[in-house]
T-cell receptor
């Protein structure tokens, strides 16, 4: 069974469009995250949700809006897509927020904006 | 913000050789983690370290949490072709979790048969 899953795996779209990426975890974890990996493979935290509550919102444009309908799901909606949004987006989850809870990553969604 | 300096950026080694990579930071972390990422996949957790000075092994992998809490290393012994990939160090600070993981920029491991 896949622990953290994301859909779609690949997403190609044009500038100005609105798109969503879905994430689900079946680990029973309370905390979920979105990370962005750029073309140089650098991973950076975007958002963190704990029990459906937003905890971290790094300096991410407000065109990015995470939504957590329940503890097992954290979706990422992106409005007015720009070329610079092209990247691989990873969802992750952990049992809790604290540093001693390990984070497990999904397979990633490669977003290409043309 | 916090930064992790990971080195080397890439390594070209022969199969069977031992590998060593490390991460340093100017600030303290309460946990150090090592992940491996294969092409087209997400990072997979290899080793997690929670105490300064802790030395932990996972098969041919050994990692240590530096005593100053500002560094960590990962060693791979007797490398095999499936060890190819990108290795990331990551750290986290807060007990309350008001931060995510801070990642290093990765070490690309390439193994020549």
């Amino acid at each position: 069974d896949t622990a953290v899953s994301q859909t779609p795996k690949y997403l190609v779209t044009q500038m100005g469009n609105d798109k969503s990426i879905k994430c689900e975890q079946n680990l029973g974890h309370d905390t979920m995250y979105w990370y962005k990996q750029d073309s140089k493979k650098f991973l950076k935290i975007m958002f963190s949700y704990n029990n459906k509550e937003l905890i971290i919102n790094e300096t991410v444009p407000n065109r990015f809006s995470p939504k957590s309908p329940d503890k097992a799901h954290l979706n990422l909606h992106i409005n007015s897509l720009e070329l610079g949004d092209s990247a691989v987006y990873f969802c992750a989850s952990s049992q809790g927020l604290a540093y001693f809870y390990e984070q497990y990553f999904g397979p990633g969604t490669r977003l290409t904006v043309t | 913000g916090q930064q992790l300096n990971q080195s080397p950026q890439s390594m070209f080694i022969q199969e069977g050789e031992d590998v060593s990579m490390n991460c340093t930071s100017s600030s303290i972390f309460n946990t150090w983690l090592w992940y491996k990422q294969d092409p087209g996949e997400g990072p997979v957790l290899l080793i997690a370290l929670y105490k300064a000075g802790e030395l932990t092994s996972n098969g041919r992998l050994t990692a240590q949490f530096g005593i100053t809490r500002k560094d960590s290393f990962l060693n791979i012994s007797a490398s095999i072709p499936s060890d190819v990939g990108i290795y990331f160090c990551a750290g986290q600070v807060s007990v309350g979790g008001a931060d995510g993981l801070t990642f290093g920029k990765g070490t690309h491991l390439i193994i020549q048969p």
